[in-house]
Structures are given as structure tokens and as C-alpha cells.
């Protein structure tokens, strides 16, 4: 039944708005998990080591998927691998309920895992299928667009968790003794839950359109030599790869790292301790316009350049941040946020110019990367007890350092081979 291709618009045209649907949702997904942390931490009674291991749990699930994830693509298409990310979201989501009713972390992690590797296979797929949507040229400001759906997501599951901390507030208030027996603790899990319902159903209605709909073939699928080389063997063939890895990987633990910072110096500050900090409402917002001023910007400036630009501009902002402290420290990280929007997809777009047809491996490698925001975040909280929290904001500066480093070794390569 193929009625949606009935439509006169293009396939690839069809084919990107789905795949923008697809940047908001996995948005709501996975700052839902960020934001409802501390939640998780209360329903399941775990210290502070077991709360960490979430984010590291997430982070993994990543890490261990791209590979199987580029593969399954490469023996079959794009559209495979996104329905899959899909349907194991929306799995992963459901098996959040057996886990708080029955108050078993060890399947809570287990389910965490299986959306995350859900989310690792629509990273690998969508990433390089909008980059080859299209002509190469404007393959960067492509994704780039898509990916500032991604930030829209993030208000999304800010006013559903808003929505559901409102009823948390008018339900009925325990004694202290109540707070911690089952039946309370299993109200504030399903109302804490019910948002990721509600997403793994529509992630579940999403498989199935994109299902339905007719993606466009690849030239790389039907005109290309097929890619033999293993992870080692193209990382060490194609340099700019290996360096976009190592960025994405300083990137993710850069972001992860800020967006952990921001609420907890807020706090540190006399800010009043709640589930959407305000402050990091703000971030959002900032980081959302930073997306679409950039990806106008695109149109004048080659997105290296731009790259180049934002990474040294962020490395200076930390520094100042560091060294003025106080409510001024905070506005400059939440404004720091603006030059962070282009980097994640800047990076992806770069890092895999000119691998074809070894694209959906090298995408699958940069996703790897992502596990720097479990790496470095845990890095900040473990520095934090001894240098301070602001202190903590030089890891963020060295990993902008190091994404300036590799947008200067893209804008050398590009001047040579104008030359």
C-alpha cells in the first residue's frame, strides 16, 4: 500500500521532512533521559555512583551499535536501518514499565541500553542519507538543517515534564515514612514515565510510515564499488576521519559536560533546584537560534571556516567564565551555547566528505565518538570535589581546543587542494 507516494512531491524532498520528524523525536528522547535523571535516582533509591552509570549506560549504547548498525545498512539501505532505530526505541521505551513496577535497575539500564542502541542506529542511517540527499556542496548546510529539528525536540520534552512535575505537585503530598514505600514510589514512576509512552508509540507509528514511503536509491547503492575495509584500515586511510572521531568525541563530552554544569551551578548560586532549570531553558533556546543563524550563515561562509570560528570563540568564553565566576560566569555559558549549535553536525558533515562509498562505516565511526559525553562529563564531576565546579569548565575549553585543531586542518587541506 504505497499511498503516500501518490503525492507530487519528490521522493528525496518526501524522504527529508520524514527524516526532520525523526531529528525532533529522538531530541524529545534524549533530553527526557537527561532531564528526568534525578528522578530515575529517586524511584530506584540508588546512590550517586549508580545515578552516574545511567549516563554512562546511554552513552554506550552508542558506542557498541554503530558498527552492527553500519553493517546491517550496508547489506541493505538506509531505510533499514532507520526502521530499526525505531522500532528499538520504541521497545526500549516499553520496557521502562517492568522495571519500576517491579524496582529492577539492572532492567531499567537493560532497557536504557536497547534505546540508546535504538537512537546509535538512527545516527548512523540519517546522518550520511541527508548528506547524500542532495548535491555535495550543500551536503554540511543540509544536515545542519535537519539537525536544528533536534533542539526543537528539546522544548518538546521540556513542557511534557513540565506538564507531568505540575501533577506530581497537586497529587497528595506522603509523610516522610510513605515517600519511600513501593506504592508511592511506583505513582512517581509511571506519571515520571508516561512521556516516554507516549514517545516509544510514536516512534512505533514512525517505523511504519517510513516503511510505507519510498526513500530514493543512492548512487553509492547501485553505482559504487562496495567497501571492503575494516574500521582500522579506514580510519587510517582517510585522516580527516580519524580527526572528526576525535572531535565528535570532545564535542559530546564538551555538551554533556556544559548541560550538566549549567543547573548545578545554578544551584551552587542560590538557584532553586528543579527537574528544567531555567537557566538551561535558556541554553536551549540559545543553542535552537544558534542552529538556524548558523545554518544561514552557511549560505556566505564555508562551514569549516564557521567550524574554526565557533570552537576558538567557545574556548574563550570558558576561560572568561572561569576567571569572572559568579551570575556572569553563568550567562556566559548559557551564551556559549549559540557557537556550540553548529559543531555536532559541522563535524559529522566534514569528517565524511569524500569516503564514498565507505559512508555509512565512517558514519558509523564518528557515532562512536559520542561516547566522549559520558567520558568527559564523568571527568568534570569526578574533578569536581577538588577544584570546584567553575574549574571544571577547562575540559569544555580543551575539547573546544581540539575542535578548532581539526576545522584548521580542513580549511589547510582546502586551501591546498585549491592551490
Known sequence: MNFIDNSPVSKPVRAFVFIIGL?????VASNLNFILLSDFGFIFQINSLQLGLIQVVFYAGYF???????????????????????????????????????????????????????????ETSTNPFVLSLGSPQSAILRLNIAQSFNPIGFFFSMVITQFFAEYLRVMPQPTEQLAYQPIYLTSVAHSVLLPFLIVGIIAIIWALLIFLLKF?????EVSEPRNDKNAFQLI????LLRYAILAQFFYMGAQVGIWNFIPEYATELGHPSTPINEYLIYAFVTFLIGRFLSSLLMLFFPPSKLLAIYAFISALISV??????GYSALVLIVALNFFMSLMFPTIFGLGLSGIQPAMKKGSALIVMGMIGGAVLASLMKQLNPSTGLLFTLIIPCLSFLVIFGFASRVNILAQKSTM
Open 320 to 325: 572568561a567564565a572561569v576567571l569572572v565566576g
Open 23 to 27: 531529528f525532533l523525536l529522538w531530541g
Open 236 to 239: 587510517k586511510a582517510h585522516p
Open 216 to 220: 530514493p536509491i543512492q548512487p553509492e
Open 64 to 122: 557498541v551499535a554503530s558498527l552492527p548498525a553500519s553493517k546491517i545498512i550496508e547489506l541493505y539501505d538506509y531505510k533499514t536501518g532507520i526502521i530499526i532505530g525505531l522500532l528499538l526505541y520504541g521497545v526500549g521505551s516499553f520496557l521502562f514499565f517492568p522495571a519500576t513496577d517491579l524496582f529492577l535497575y539492572n532492567l531499567f539500564l537493560f532497557a536504557l541500553f536497547i534505546i540508546a542502541v535504538g537512537l546509535s542506529f538512527l
